[in-house]
């Protein structure tokens, strides 16, 4: 596939690569792909961040959510755009939804996304991100920003092809990698890691608006 005018030369082969992987196996894993000024600026953001500004992460939307314990123990801080680095991000993430829409016609819509910190032990049992016909998330996108990791430090992403899949694919949280899947249709889990371990969690959506009102993310 060609890439559009609008790309930026440092992100056109990756978004190339995500596109022909995800047309080919519904699924992406690059490692150290994130640009890498990118990816420093939102580390930095990540240590001005008081412990204050997270909250314990639950499962379900709105009056379904809740918090489970027994599913996962991480916890999120959304991003809304109001730091540099945010606001960067998010830049980053709309130039690939354009590239998407391009070459996909997925007519992905909008975008949300946070920051989750997994401590010690913390895990996130295999779960989908969206249910057919039920939510408007359509591909999930995991970034990872934890320099330095290795192979003790566990903490893997396992992504699981179908429900009938027990086997998956592992992938390491290292710094920089960029992980894209359709959220309807790959299971995944967090493994418990040794050490603190950070990334960002974001779902490009369709527009659910109904009676002219517009479907934001929540």
Not at 3 to 32: A, C, P, Q
Not at 73 to 90: K, M, P, R
């Amino acid at each position: 596939m060609t890439t559009t005018g609008m790309i930026s030369s440092e992100n056109s082969l990756l978004f190339e690569t995500i596109v022909n992987d995800l047309s080919e196996k519904g699924y992406s894993v690059n490692s150290n792909a994130l640009p890498h000024e990118l990816s420093s600026q939102l580390l930095e953001q990540l240590h001005v961040m008081s412990s204050k500004e997270f909250d314990t992460a639950g499962i379900g939307r709105q009056q379904g959510h809740m918090v489970n314990n027994s599913v996962r123990t991480d916890e999120i801080c959304w991003i809304d755009g109001n730091s540099e680095a945010g606001a960067q991000w998010l830049a980053w993430s709309s130039e690939l939804r354009e590239y998407l829409n391009s070459q996909l016609f997925l007519g992905l819509f909008s975008f949300e996304s946070h920051f989750a910190h997994y401590g010690p032990g913390d895990f996130y049992k295999r779960h989908l991100d969206a249910f057919k016909g039920e939510s408007n998330r359509v591909l999930s996108v995991v970034v990872y920003l934890n320099p330095d990791w290795q192979p003790e430090d566990n903490g893997e992403l396992v992504l699981y092809r179908d429900e009938t899949d027990i086997k998956g694919v592992k992938v390491t949280p290292s710094f920089g990698t960029v992980v894209t899947f359709l959220s309807e249709q790959f299971p995944h889990e967090v493994l418990p890691a040794t050490r603190d371990r950070y990334s960002i969690a974001g779902w490009f959506r369709l527009n659910n608006s109904l009676f002219d009102r517009i479907d934001p993310p929540s």
